[in-house]
C-alpha cells in the first residue's frame, strides 16, 4: 500500500532509475547551462537528507526550507517526507530590496512552526550566518546545506512509521486577507489531491507514454502550493519529467516560458492570469515563428481571477504557433484543500457565461464569466449562504465550500480558526466542510468564482465585487494593466455615512501626461456601468500594486497604502 510519495519515489526509483525526474534551465534559456537528476539519483539523495535529519533526533519536529530556485529544494523537502520532518516551505532573504519583508515574513514563520532545523542552499546558510545579529532566533536552531550531507549517509536511512493522518508540510499561506497561517497538509491530504490533479488533468498511462514522459514546463515558485502540489509533485506522483526553471528568469523574460513549452514539448504548464498577460506583451512575429505549441493541451489558469479577455486574445495571438483554444484550462484550489478542487475538461474549451443583459458589462464578450471546471473525484463543492450557513440553489452567488480528502487537517496551532474554516456543516450533507472565503456559483455543475467574501464592497445596501470594477476600469481605457488594479472601499469623507469605493491603477509612466483623462474615463466608465460614484481613481507605477506570492491583489494591502499615504502615486488622485 502505497503511503506516502516517498513510497512513489522509491517504486519509480527501482523501476526506472536512469529516467529523468527533473531538469533545470540554470539562465531560463533552452541553449543555456541545464542541470539534471534521475530518479536514482533523486531517491539516494532524499535518503541521504532523511538519514541526516534521522540522525540528530529531528524526526516529528520541523524543517524550514530557504532554497533559491533549483533542484536542491527538491531534495530537501523529500528529504524531509521521508524522514517523518514537517517541512516548511519558505522564502530565503535575497537581495537588498527584499531583505526586509522577507527577514521578517521568515522570523515569523520561524516562530510560528518551531522549527527546530534549516535547510538551505549553501549561499543561503552563508548568508543567515551573516544575519546572526538580526535572527538571534537562530541560536538554537540547526542549519546546513543539504549539498553539504554526503552521499553515504543514505545508508543509515530509516523508513519512518507513516500514516494517512502524518503530517507531510505546512504550507502558509501568502496572506492576501490576513496574516500566514500554517495549512496542515497529511501525506493522506497529499496522496488525494495527487490523484484529483492527475484525473482533471488528464494525466492518464496512455497520455504519458504518448509524451515519452515529459509532462510538465513550469517556472512557479516551489514554496507556493500551485508551483509545488502541481508541476513539482505530480511529476514524482507519476514518474514522469519536468523542466524547471526560476521565476525571476521568466518575469525577466517571459518569451523563455514558451520557447522552453515549444522545445520540450510537455503536455501540461500554466500560471496565474498575468503570465499569459505577460507573454501577450512579448508576442512579436520573430517569437510566434519559432514557435510549436502544438504539444500543448493544459494550459491551466488560476491562483487569480481567469479573464475572459485573456483566454480569448492568448489563443487568437498564438493559434498560428499551433496553440488550441481546447488547451485554456481554468482551475480554482487552495491551500487549505492542499491545492486542486475543481478544472476544467481537457480538450474542451473553457465555458464562458456572458454578461446578463441588464447587468453592468451587457453585450461584453470580454466580461463573460469563466467556467473553473467541476471538482475533482470524490470531491465535494457546495454553495452555502455564509451567515445561516444553508445550502443555496444553483445559479445563486454564495460562499463556496469543500469536503473531501484532500482538505487539509486544519491550521497549525490555531484552534479557533481551524474550528471556523474547516468545521462547517450543511443541512442534508453528511462530514465537515471548509468554508473558503471566496464567492461563487455553481452552473450544470460547473464552479465559477466571483470574488472574496472579505473584499465585497457594499454601498448604499447593493453588493459589489471588487473584480468587477476592475474589470470595468481597465475595459475602459488601455493604458491600465491587465490584472493591476484594486479596487476597494473606505469610510466616507466630509461627514458622510458609509463608504465609498476607490480605484487603484497601474499604468506605465510614458502615459502620465494622460492621467487626467485616464481618470476621467475610469470614473465615468464605473458610472456608467455601476451606479457607482468613485471617490478616487489613484493611478500608480507599475509593479507597485501589493500582490501575493501567486499573483492575487492585495486589495486590503492597497487599501492600507492608499489611506497611509504610501501608494507610489504618478499622478495625483482627482477628488469627486
Not at 113 to 139: C, Q, T, Y
Not at 447 to 474: C, M, S, W
Not at 512 to 536: C, N, P, Y
Request: hydrophobic residues 40%; aromatic residues 6%.
Amino acid at each position: 500500500m502505497v503511503r506516502s510519495l516517498v513510497d512513489l519515489l522509491t517504486t519509480h526509483a527501482s523501476h526506472h532509475p536512469d529516467r529523468t525526474a527533473y531538469r533545470y534551465l540554470v539562465t531560463g534559456d533552452v541553449d543555456g547551462e541545464i542541470q539534471e537528476i534521475s530518479y536514482g539519483r533523486l531517491a539516494h539523495r532524499t535518503r541521504a537528507v532523511a538519514a541526516w535529519l534521522q540522525e540528530r533526533g529531528l524526526a516529528g519536529t520541523r524543517a524550514m526550507l530557504l532554497y533559491p530556485p533549483g533542484l536542491e529544494f527538491i531534495c530537501g523537502y523529500l528529504g524531509c517526507l521521508a524522514a517523518g520532518v514537517v517541512a516548511v516551505p519558505g522564502v530565503p532573504p535575497q537581495g537588498r530590496a527584499q531583505n526586509h519583508r522577507a527577514l521578517t515574513r521568515m522570523k515569523r514563520l520561524i516562530a510560528d512552526a518551531d522549527a527546530k532545523v534549516i535547510l538551505g542552499g549553501r549561499e543561503v546558510i552563508s548568508a543567515l550566518s551573516a544575519m546572526a545579529e538580526h535572527l538571534p532566533e537562530l541560536a538554537d536552531i540547526t542549519c546546513v546545506a543539504t549539498e553539504d550531507i554526503p552521499d553515504d549517509a543514505a545508508a543509515a536511512w530509516r523508513e519512518p512509521d507513516l500514516t494517512a493522518d502524518s503530517v507531510a508540510f505546512l504550507q502558509y499561506t501568502s496572506g492576501s486577507t490576513s496574516a500566514p497561517r500554517g495549512v496542515i497538509v497529511t501525506h493522506g491530504n497529499l496522496l488525494d489531491n495527487e490523484r484529483v490533479i492527475t484525473e482533471r488533468m488528464g494525466h492518464t498511462q496512455d497520455t504519458i507514454a504518448e509524451y515519452g514522459h515529459e509532462m510538465f514546463v513550469s517556472w512557479l515558485p516551489v514554496y507556493h502550493d500551485m508551483g509545488l502540489i502541481g508541476p513539482v509533485l505530480n511529476t514524482v506522483h507519476l514518474g514522469v519529467t519536468a523542466t524547471l526553471f526560476s521565476p525571476l528568469h521568466f518575469l525577466q523574460q517571459p518569451q523563455r516560458w514558451l520557447t522552453a513549452i515549444s522545445h520540450y514539448r510537455p503536455h501540461t504548464s500554466g500560471g496565474p492570469n498575468f503570465a499569459y498577460e505577460l507573454c501577450l506583451k512579448h508576442a512579436g512575429p520573430e517569437l510566434l515563428d519559432g514557435l510549436d505549441l502544438s504539444s500543448w493541451k493544459v494550459a491551466f489558469n488560476g491562483a487569480e481571477p481567469v479573464r475572459a479577455a485573456t483566454l480569448r486574445r492568448f489563443a487568437d495571438t498564438f493559434a498560428p504557433a499551433g496553440f488550441r483554444r481546447e488547451a485554456l484550462y481554468p482551475c480554482y484550489g487552495l491551500a487549505e484543500a492542499t491545492l486542486m478542487v475543481t478544472g476544467s475538461t481537457v480538450h474542451t474549451a473553457p465555458t464562458l457565461l456572458q454578461a446578463s443583459e441588464s447587468g453592468p458589462h451587457a453585450g461584453q464578450s470580454d466580461a463573460a464569466a469563466v467556467g473553473c471546471g467541476r471538482p475533482g473525484p470524490d470531491l465535494t463543492v457546495a454553495i452555502a449562504d455564509p451567515e445561516g450557513c444553508e445550502e443555496l440553489p444553483e445559479g445563486e452567488v454564495g460562499e463556496i465550500w469543500v469536503r473531501g480528502a484532500s482538505v487539509a487537517k486544519g491550521y497549525w496551532r490555531n484552534a479557533l480558526a481551524t474550528r471556523e474554516t474547516f468545521r462547517a456543516t450543511l443541512t442534508a450533507h453528511d462530514g465537515r466542510f471548509l468554508r473558503t472565503g471566496d464567492l461563487g456559483f455553481l452552473r450544470d455543475g460547473e464552479l465559477f468564482v466571483t470574488g472574496r467574501l472579505k473584499d465585497l464592497i457594499v454601498i448604499d445596501g447593493r453588493n459589489h465585487y471588487p473584480q468587477d470594477l476592475e474589470l470595468t476600469a481597465e475595459m475602459a481605457h488601455p493604458a491600465l494593466r491587465p490584472g493591476c488594479t484594486a479596487a476597494f472601499s473606505v469610510d466616507a469623507v466630509d461627514g458622510g455615512h458609509g463608504e465609498q469605493s476607490v480605484v487603484v491603477a497601474e499604468i506605465t509612466p510614458d502615459v502620465a501626461a494622460e492621467a487626467e483623462k485616464i481618470t476621467d474615463v475610469v470614473r465615468s466608465a464605473i458610472g456608467e456601468a455601476h451606479g457607482l460614484a468613485v471617490r478616487d481613481v489613484v493611478l500608480v507605477g507599475p509593479g507597485t500594486i501589493p500582490k501575493t506570492s501567486s499573483g492575487k491583489i492585495q486589495r486590503h494591502a492597497s487599501r492600507a497604502a492608499y489611506l497611509n499615504g504610501t501608494l507610489a502615486v504618478i499622478a495625483a488622485p482627482t477628488l469627486s
